[in-house]
């Protein structure tokens, strides 16, 4: 099936501490995933992507890891900062060229 | 390269008329999607355009909404006799091929109907 389940809907953490967000696909077909940051008024803007023959890809403090057979993948952001504050979304794209899939985003909140 | 462009940035119209929303994908890229959002909500998939053809339009109402990407010229979202529902954010999104590689948004069209 074509879903992608995205938690939590809210998140709010301290500056400086760590930021988690998990998604779960169920169409084992699916070898794309990328993440999107949407601020305020603004467009989605992808920020790291992981494809599925790789389980883990780092990009300064923010991480991405992929487990195909759990069908889960998770957005790591460490060392907070305010500018973290946005909506993220996951997305999964199918083998086949098709379409882009997101969960329903999270909105994260970094406390000072 | 100035990336996805849309336009209008914004566009108000009445109840019963159309709207028109233009997307150009970056340079190279053949591959366009739009998708819609609602205030506070997520993006929902409305239809994958390659150049002239459509790949993917179950996102589509059935009903008033069509797209079409032809050999020259943008990709154009019509939306005809609109209704106050149909107000939200409308981004497109375009990649160089389809599927397994990077796609990147435009500013969006922001749609109100009053």
């Known amino acids: 099936g074509e879903n992608v389940e995205q938690h939590p809907s809210t998140l709010s953490v301290q500056e400086g501490d760590s930021a988690v967000i998990k998604c779960t696909y169920s169409d084992s077909a699916s070898n794309y995933f990328p993440w999107y940051k949407q601020e305020l008024g603004k467009r989605p803007q992808l920020i790291i992507d992981?494809?599925?023959?790789?389980g883990e890809k780092k990009d300064q403090r923010i991480a991405v890891t992929l487990n195909k057979t759990a069908k889960h993948f998770s957005l790591h952001i460490t060392e907070t900062q305010p500018e973290d504050s946005a909506v993220y979304f996951c997305a999964q794209m199918y083998s086949s060229a098709s379409k882009i899939i997101f969960g329903s985003g999270t909105r994260l909140s970094i406390r000072p | 390269n100035a990336g996805v462009m849309q336009n209008p940035r914004h566009l108000v119209r009445r109840r019963g008329q159309e709207a028109r929303l233009r997307c150009s994908p970056m340079k190279g890229h053949s591959h366009v999607y739009w998708y819609r959002q609602l205030p506070e909500e997520g993006l929902k998939f409305m239809v994958y355009?390659?150049?002239?053809?459509?790949?993917?339009e179950s996102g589509m109402p059935k009903e008033r909404f069509s797209a079409e990407f032809p050999k020259e010229g943008p990709s154009i979202l019509r939306i005809q006799q609109v209704v106050r529902g149909d107000s939200a954010a409308y981004f497109c999104?375009?990649?160089?091929?389809?599927?397994?590689?990077?796609?990147?948004f435009g500013q969006g069209t922001r749609l109100t109907v009053v």
């Open positions: 999104a375009s990649s160089p091929t389809g599927g397994r590689t990077e796609a990147f």
């Open positions: 355009l390659q150049k002239e053809n459509i790949i993917d």
């Open positions: 992981i494809r599925s023959n790789v």
